[in-house]
């Protein structure tokens, strides 16, 4: 069974960087980590940076040139290197990766988020 792991999340003052990872554990064949989420204390989830299918970046406007996102070859671990961190920054960030199915159809995967805390 496949699980997708957050780890990296804490609290910093503003200003502060922090480096968030996502792991894919157990029968992950054909599985790829692809993309952050967040999600603010009553607010809805919003995508913050991901990979293509071609492997090039995205990033959501409130975090360009901000925020960066790396994996190498293997595809796992992914990471997400917060800099400048602000207070709107403070949210639960997920990982959510994917596996393509038949008809142009796929799964989502999600972990369970780890909590990102920027003090003003």
């Known amino acids: 069974q496949v699980q997708v792991v957050e780890s990296g999340g804490g609290s910093v003052e503003t200003g502060g960087s922090l480096i968030l990872a996502c792991t894919l554990t157990?029968?992950?064949?054909?599985?790829?980590?692809d993309s952050w989420y967040r999600q603010a204390a009553g607010n809805q989830r919003e995508w913050v940076a991901g990979f293509r299918l071609d492997d090039t970046t995205g990033y959501a406007d409130f975090v360009k040139g901000r925020f960066t996102i790396a994996r190498d070859n293997a595809k796992n671990p992914m990471y997400l290197q917060m800099d400048n961190l602000q207070p709107e920054d403070t949210a639960v960030y997920f990982c959510?990766?994917?596996?393509?199915?038949?008809?142009?159809?796929?799964?989502?995967?999600w972990g369970q988020g780890t909590q990102v805390t920027v003090s003003p």
């Open positions: 959510k990766a994917h596996q393509p199915r038949t008809w142009g159809l796929w799964t989502d995967y």
């Open positions: 157990g029968s992950a064949d054909g599985i790829t980590i």
